[in-house]
């Protein structure tokens, strides 16, 4: 793991037990579907909005903005001051749930909310 950009994005994205539901592997075309100009409701009440743009800005007390992107078929975030990218496969269950998974098996899950 890169110390500062996996530190500040697993602090970004909270984790929870996966609830008793069919979890479905995204591909990188339905990532960004899903995730553009829509905000991911956390465990811990932070909120994380990922714009159009490729800004992305996570509020849970102090607003923190970092930058978003689809590689292959992962999700990939920068915080600064970190200079590097950190990946996760993301996967989706009905009706709005979303998990991050990342390269050590972790996973960290949200709600979508709509458009």
């Given at each position: 793991?890169r110390a500062i950009g996996r530190?500040?994005?697993?602090?970004?994205?909270?984790?929870?037990?996966?609830?008793?539901?069919?979890?479905?592997?995204?591909?990188?075309?339905?990532?960004?579907?899903?995730?553009?100009?829509?905000?991911?409701?956390?465990?811990?009440?932070?909120?994380?909005?990922?714009?159009?743009?490729?800004?992305?800005?996570?509020?849970?007390?102090?607003?923190?903005?970092?930058?978003?992107?689809?590689?292959?078929?992962?999700?990939?975030?920068?915080?600064?001051?970190?200079?590097?990218?950190?990946?996760?496969?993301?996967?989706?269950?009905?009706?709005?749930?979303?998990?991050?998974l990342d390269d050590f098996g972790?996973?960290?899950?949200?709600?979508?909310?709509?458009?």
């Amino acid at each position: 793991m890169r110390a500062i950009g996996r530190a500040v994005t697993l602090s970004l994205i909270v984790a929870g037990a996966a609830q008793a539901q069919d979890w479905i592997v995204m591909n990188g075309a339905e990532i960004t579907e899903v995730l553009t100009d829509r905000s991911v409701t956390y465990d811990n009440g932070a909120t994380q909005r990922f714009f159009a743009s490729g800004r992305t800005l996570y509020t849970h007390g102090e607003p923190s903005w970092g930058s978003w992107r689809v590689e292959g078929n992962e999700y990939c975030s920068l915080w600064p001051p970190s200079p590097d990218w950190d990946c996760y496969a993301v996967q989706s269950a009905n009706p709005d749930g979303i998990v991050f998974l990342d390269d050590f098996g972790n996973r960290f899950e949200g709600r979508i909310h709509p458009q």
